[in-house]
């Protein structure tokens, strides 16, 4: 985790599908590492739907807190509806950072929030679960990065083997 720019943080996740889930995002996103708290993901299992196979390649790890052992750069965002919290589309995202996101069936811990840089929420009607958070966090900062990808190319060599969509010219 010394030279990583994007990490995700799960605090006490139960579930296997919401877990393999968020592994597919960050190999979508280009996280480096998806770290999580709590024995109950420990207990619950196999990387249902991570279809891309993202665990060979994004180190998936537990810890006993996800605030140690960062690099002293790295901001800490905690992504949660907390009173007081920044509308995500108004957050300005930091070069390196943990977004750390709580558990499906709860919040973040009050000192962990306490510590953080930034607290953000995303303002929908009623709460996603665990996996769309994330997907749509590491979307926003990939959205609001200046040198996104733009080309047919990228579109060629990152779309399913069976999608050959094109647009034509009207």
Known sequence: ???????????????????????????????????????RYDKAAKFQTDTKKMAQTIPLSGVESMLDNLPKDMKIVCVDFAEGATLLPHF????????????????????????????????????MNLAASVNVVLYDRLAKQENIIQSDEHIRQNRDNKNNLRVSAK
């Open 1 to 39: 985790m010394k030279d990583a720019s994007v990490i995700i943080g799960l605090s006490n996740p139960k579930s296997p599908t919401n877990i393999g889930a968020v592994l597919r995002a960050a190999g979508c996103y280009k996280a480096d590492a998806v770290i999580y708290t709590g024995t």
């Open 92 to 127: 300005q995202h930091p070069d390196k950072a943990i977004y750390i996101f709580g558990p499906e069936d709860g919040s973040i811990s009050q000192d962990v929030a306490n510590r953080a840089d930034h607290v953000v929420y995303v303002p929908t009607v009623g709460c």
